[in-house]
């Protein structure tokens, strides 16, 4: 699915279509509607720029036990290589 932004409306909002794109990657990452992943790959930014962007704006990272956990077993795994 594609998703077609007016011009007038990204002119109306004095930002270019990646700014735009940032605006929306992060509004939907605060909202938990898009992951970390998601969010990154929407604004066409690395995870870790993504994660700068966020850190700038002082957005708080969801980070939970079962992503700790996948974290560890990633780490583990890893480890055995």
């Known amino acids: 699915m594609s998703l077609t932004i ?4 990204v002119y109306s909002t004095r930002m270019s ?3 735009l794109k ?7 990452f605060q ?3 898009l992951t970390m992943e ?3 790959k929407f604004s066409e930014m690395s995870i870790i720029r993504f994660q700068h ?3 700038s704006r002082r957005v708080p990272v969801h980070y939970d036990v079962d992503d700790f956990e996948q ?3 990633t ?3 890893m480890n055995r290589l």
């Not at 007016?6 to 409306?9: H, L, M, Q, V």
């Not at 940032?22 to 939907?28: N, R, Y």
């Open 6 to 9: 007016p011009d007038e409306i």
């Open 17 to 19: 279509v990646p700014e």
């Open 22 to 28: 940032q605006e929306i990657a992060v509004m939907l």
């Open 31 to 33: 909202k938990e509607k």
């Open 38 to 40: 998601q969010a990154s």
């Open 53 to 55: 962007l966020l850190a």
């Open 71 to 73: 974290d560890l077993t």
């Open 75 to 77: 780490l583990r795994q």
